[in-house]
């Protein structure tokens, strides 16, 4: 007869398992910061990819050998970040990581392609307009000159990230909007010959008003970073003019300040 015995119930594999996660027990570091920093780091790398569901605490504790205390405030940690979310129900799962991105004249798409946060835009809308006074001024044009006039949404991973408001003399390029939807602006530019050199730019914060919400997935009023930037090639021509909001719970800048001498 076989022996009765309590049903073990089967471990879930969890994407924590396929982490090397090396924990110094000696130092001044606490246990569930140093956790929190592995899983920090697997997210923004893509090895934990959003969507992912981290699996039992408990279970992920007694591999580590933690409490599952420490496992939690790591956890909680990283949903105050926002790279984490709790749902009833489903568990512990990866949401996305926060585009860092350092100020220099690059574009927002290279940056997110060379991160591996898988760019994709979102036309707008693109045509021909007569300049405003304020962009006549940054651009060096005449007021109500053609300039051409680009909308765009900036997505990572099929979430919204930034809205684009982009200015551009009209006889510049050529800006086809499925080649738009294909690659980034600056990319267009540097193809069709032109050597981006300098620019001046702003950098703010504020609120988004309800049609921004609407198209970037966030609530009226939710906190907005906003960049305004004029750029120049290098024959002192300027050749864009700006004006971008990025979700600043998805989105920093990053600055390297040095001692004046």
Do not use: W
Request: proline share 5%; aromatic share 4%.
């Amino acid at each position: 007869m076989a022996k009765k015995g309590r049903a073990t119930r089967a471990r879930t594999a969890s994407p924590v398992d396929g982490l090397e996660i090396a924990l110094d027990r000696g130092s001044p570091i606490p246990l569930y910061y140093q956790f929190a920093q592995h899983l920090e780091s697997a997210i923004e790398h893509g090895t934990l990819a959003p969507g992912d569901l981290l699996g039992n605490e408990m279970e992920i504790a007694a591999r580590l050998g933690l409490s599952r205390p420490t496992v939690r405030q790591a956890m909680q940690s990283l949903v105050d970040k926002g790279l984490l979310v709790r749902r009833r129900g489903v568990g512990t799962q990866v949401v996305h990581s926060q585009v860092k991105r350092p100020l220099e004249l690059s574009s927002l798409y290279d940056d997110l392609d060379s991160a591996g946060q898988s760019p994709a835009t979102k036309v707008l809308r693109n045509e021909v307009r007569p300049a405003p006074a304020d962009v006549a001024a940054a651009l060096g044009i005449p007021e109500g000159g053609d300039v051409t006039v680009l909308e765009r949404l900036r997505l990572t991973h099929g979430e919204p990230v930034a809205y684009l408001c982009n200015y551009l003399p009209a006889a510049l390029l050529d800006l086809d909007t499925a080649r738009l939807e294909a690659t980034g602006l600056y990319r267009m530019m540097r193809a069709a010959g032109i050597t981006l050199h300098s620019a001046r730019q702003s950098v703010g914060a504020r609120s988004a008003t309800a049609e921004e919400g609407e198209l970037l997935d966030d609530p009226e009023g939710a906190a907005l970073l906003t960049m305004r930037r004029t750029a120049y090639d290098d024959t002192g021509r300027a050749v864009e003019y700006g004006t971008h909001v990025y979700r600043a719970a998805r989105y920093t800048f990053e600055f390297q300040l040095l001692m004046r001498a």
